[in-house]
T-cell receptor, first 112, second 111 residues
Framework: GEDVEQSLFLSVREGDSSVINCTYTDSSSTYLYWYKQEPGAGLQLLTYIFSNMDMKQDQRLTVLLNKKDKHLSLRIADTQTGDSAIYFCAGRDTGTASKLTFGTGTRLQVTL | SAVISQKPSRDICQRGTSLTIQCQVDSQVTMMFWYRQQPGQSLTLIATANQGSEATYESGFVIDKFPISRPNLTFSTLTVSNMSPEDSSIYLC????????FGPGTRLTVL
């Protein structure tokens, strides 16, 4: 099965950029997702990228995909205290019954 | 997009009892899933809820422990049977529409 790895913790100052990294082992992952989980809440879909793309930008969020290195990153510009949460990357292939494989999650702490 | 609601949002249950969690989607979807998130952990897929047929369970999960119903394309239930403290987790319903969405989760504590 696929392994998806993330660093456990990231601390940034308000106003700075945050970069959350994810590495995966399965090169057949076609869809790669970023989800946000605030304390006590479910998962909020932030953005996703297809494997034929290198970059996707959506307001303050930029996703970069390096297929050669199997590396995915999420950059949050102008990080705010409301961005404090756990961020999960997840991947899946194109099969209709294919499941998401989640990373371990990165806890982002935003300090004043 | 898809908007998912779950009931209950949280519950505290006694060992040996069962709890049924409901998942309702605001549109018809083919693919519906149930995930578990143990305390401080990532998400693990329990099963795919198939409409009109038995659910497809992942390794380590069995129907007797986690029976699932999927009577139509907008609704599913997951039952956690004969609970023990190790079942304390967040249980999340998920659907695949244009992309994959998750419900708000049901936080279960077993005493």
């Amino acid at each position: 099965g696929e392994d998806v790895e993330q660093s456990l913790f990231l601390s940034v100052r308000e106003g700075d950029s945050s970069v959350i990294n994810c590495t995966y082992t399965d090169s057949s992952s076609t869809y790669l997702y970023w989800y946000k989980q605030e304390p006590g809440a479910g998962l909020q879909l932030l953005t996703y990228i297809f494997s034929n793309m290198d970059m996707k930008q959506d307001q303050r969020l930029t996703v970069l995909l390096n297929k050669k290195d199997k590396h995915l990153s999420l950059r949050i510009a102008d990080t705010q205290t409301g961005d404090s949460a756990i961020y999960f990357c997840a991947g899946r292939d194109t099969g209709t019954a294919s499941k998401l494989t989640f990373g371990t999650g990165t806890r982002l702490q935003v300090t004043l | 997009s898809a908007v998912i609601s779950q009931k209950p949002s949280r519950d505290i249950c006694q060992r040996g009892t069962s709890l049924t969690i409901q998942c309702q989607v605001d549109s018809q979807v083919t693919m519906m899933f149930w995930y578990r998130q143990q305390p401080g952990q990532s998400l693990t897929l329990i099963a795919t809820a198939n409409q009109g047929s038995e659910a497809t369970y992942e390794s380590g999960f069995v129907i007797d422990k986690f029976p699932i119903s999927r009577p139509n394309l907008t609704f599913s239930t997951l039952t956690v049977s004969n609970m023990s403290p190790e079942d304390s987790s967040i249980y999340l319903c998920s659907v695949r529409a244009d992309t994959q969405y998750f419900g708000p989760g049901t936080r279960l504590t077993v005493l």
